[in-house]
């Protein structure tokens, strides 16, 4: 069976965290005999979607909706249901990022999959899986009581691939109406002259 990541963009281009979420579903397709794709809500960089076949994506399916420019949990959730359920895949993947944290339990309820919040390691046979508490200070092992997951996967949990293939490319329409869209942004305030902590190289920290 396949395995759908959500890639997380910003700027027409997918956050760094998704590259290992998508090196982790690569692992997990693999093991079932499928392939990763990848779903993309709002703008984007084809060239940058493309690239993504180095970490082990096989195809990047595109949302070219405007409405997406703003976050919105519910409505990224109802647009990643709705692929799933049109084209099904045994398992969802996730950055363990604040987007991941606010849009993965909404899809894993949507679609009666188990969640797996912090996923640290890939699923054993058994369906068991490792996943970080306590901000990472402990582990904790947890069973799926379902066959699907929806696994917000944290930094380190599988490495990242570096294959020497491309992704292709889809469109792919939700069909939601502007009911869905309930948040409205009235002011941007971005960061200048720095890096955010999560898309870092390296983070050195002492205290």
Known sequence: ?????????????????????????????????????????????????????????DVAHHVDD?????????????????????????HVVFAFNHRGKAIAPRVAARLDLTYVPGAMALPAEDGTVIRGVNSGKAFAHVKANKSGMVLAVMSNAAGLLDESAEASLAAFDPGLGDDAFSVKVVKVEKMEGGIPLTEADRVVSAG
Do not use: W
Not at 25 to 49: C, I, T
């Open 1 to 57: 069976m396949n395995v759908l990541v959500f890639l997380d963009s910003a700027d027409g281009r997918v956050k760094k965290p998704v590259y290992e979420a998508i090196s982790y579903a690569k692992k997990l397709a693999q093991s079932a005999g499928g392939q990763v794709h990848g779903l993309v809500l709002g703008s984007s960089d084809e060239a940058d979607l493309k690239s993504l076949g180095k970490y082990g994506l």
């Open 66 to 90: 405007t409405r997406f420019s703003s976050f919105d949990s519910r409505a990224y959730s109802m647009a990643i249901g709705r692929f799933v359920e049109a084209n099904p895949c045994a």
